[in-house]
């Protein structure tokens, strides 16, 4: 079994930051992508950050310069640092990585977080 668990959401004043946490913990055997996805009220979930394993990135453009996205291999730990941020920015926030749970069969499955709320008061 694989858990995604994520912390550190919550209520900031526009112009503020958070810093979000997500730790996968059971069987694991490898994690490829790991990232940040969002869905806010009425909206499809969007991308928000994604990391490879190697330690490439990509930004969603309403983004870019204003969040970054670090990840610890070793402990399998992704963080999302969240700067100036608006209130369009308001959503649940998920955590997501793609997990290869055993050697053998050699497949990655997607799991995902329960989310965290990130609410920005304007």
């Known amino acids: 079994q694989v858990q995604l668990v994520e912390s550190g959401g919550g209520l900031v004043q526009a112009g503020g930051s958070l810093r979000l946490s997500c730790a996968a913990s059971?069987?694991?055997?490898?994690?490829?992508?790991m990232g940040w996805y969002r869905q806010a009220p009425g909206n499809q979930r969007e991308l928000v950050a994604v990391?490879?394993?190697?330690?490439?990135?990509n930004y969603a453009d309403s983004v870019k310069g204003r969040i970054a996205i670090s990840r610890d291999n070793a402990k399998n730990t992704v963080d999302l640092q969240m700067n100036s941020l608006k209130p369009e920015d308001t959503a649940v926030y998920y955590c997501?990585?793609?997990?290869?749970?055993?050697?053998?069969?050699?497949?990655?499955?997607?799991?995902w977080g329960q989310g965290t709320q990130v609410t920005v008061s304007s």
């Open positions: 997501y990585a793609g997990i290869q749970r055993y050697r053998y069969p050699a497949y990655f499955q997607e799991y």
């Open positions: 059971g069987t694991i055997f490898s994690i490829n992508a």
């Open positions: 990391i490879s394993s190697g330690g490439s990135t």
